[in-house]
């Protein structure tokens, strides 16, 4: 399953 | 007031190049030390990430941090028109610009272009600073070639490092196969591999997103890939006396 690089790093 | 000169125009059309398969529309970020411009992939799997410091440009002035919305295949339209050898200066007057303007500069002619900007509501990710437990240091070349071979095998990749050095691998439907690149110490630095493996890892990857991003190559002949175990991996271009170009891409879990 592919993971989302938005779910490593928060919004800054 | 903004205005950056780069002496080697054709580095920013490489730069360009190598992203606008990735992202659509970016905000370019300018300020006092420099440009940088930072934005996910349309599927949000990858973030790119380019720093451009200030002291790397023939001329910078930047009297107020500016963020300018553009869309990457107008400003490819835009750099067409310009020479690989041009010197290529950005520039606009005002605190909240509407176009950006460009000038290419060759020996024998002189081109003024302008883009118009958008206004982009785009989240930035905090990217955190980390100490990964396996950088790999090797010639981008070779990088790009083992991802385009073994991508026609399957469209994940497996990374596996240790202190030997670094092992790609795929499996799929027609067999499977693996690379081990070995670790060397050769004089010429464009050639040397180096791993730095405190922990090793092993982690999956969707091809697509390496060979996209491998047009990069063409600004460095080294690259690095930074891993720790379950997080994403960067693929980092050092752009000689300027910055660097980062891609982030998140791993592959299996079910």
């Known amino acids: 399953m592919q993971k989302k690089i938005a779910s490593y790093f928060k919004s800054s | 007031m903004f205005e950056a000169k ?6 920013f059309k490489k730069i360009v190049e190598a992203i606008k398969e990735l992202v659509k529309n970016v905000n370019l970020e300018a300020n006092g030390t420099g440009i940088s411009l930072q934005a996910m992939d349309t599927s949000h ?7 451009l410091n200030e002291k790397g440009f023939k001329k910078y002035r930047c009297e107020k941090s500016l963020t300018m919305g553009l869309s990457i295949e107008n400003l490819q339209k835009i750099l067409k028109c310009s020479g690989n050898d041009d010197q290529i200066t950005l520039r ?7 176009t950006l303007s460009f000038t290419f500069e060759s020996k024998n002619r002189i081109s003024e272009f302008q ?9 930035q990710l905090g990217v955190p600073d980390t100490e990964y437990s396996s950088v790999v240091r090797m010639p981008s070349n070779e990088f790009t070639k083992i991802c385009r071979e073994l991508g026609n095998i399957n469209e994940a990749i497996g990374i596996e ?3 030997e050095g670094i092992k790609f691998y795929v499996k799929g439907d027609i067999g499977e196969g693996q690379v081990s690149v070995k670790i060397n110490d050769t004089e010429k630095p464009e050639e040397r591999v180096e791993c730095e493996v405190d922990e090793p890892v092993n982690l999956s990857f969707a091809v697509r997103y390496f060979n ?6 063409a600004l460095s002949s080294q690259v690095i890939l930074s891993m720790s175990q379950d997080q994403p991996l960067v693929i980092e271009y050092i752009i000689e006396e300027m910055g660097s170009l980062k891609l ?3 791993p592959k879990i299996n079910d």
């Open chain 2, 6 to 11: 780069f002496e080697d125009g054709g580095l």
């Open chain 2, 45 to 51: 799997v990858a973030l790119v990430a380019l720093q």
């Open chain 2, 92 to 98: 606009t007057q005002d605190e909240e610009p509407t």
């Open chain 2, 115 to 123: 883009l118009n900007l958008m206004s982009l509501d785009q989240e």
């Open chain 2, 161 to 163: 490092t240790s202190k």
């Open chain 2, 212 to 217: 996209l991003f491998n047009k990069a190559s």
């Open chain 2, 248 to 250: 982030y891409l998140a």
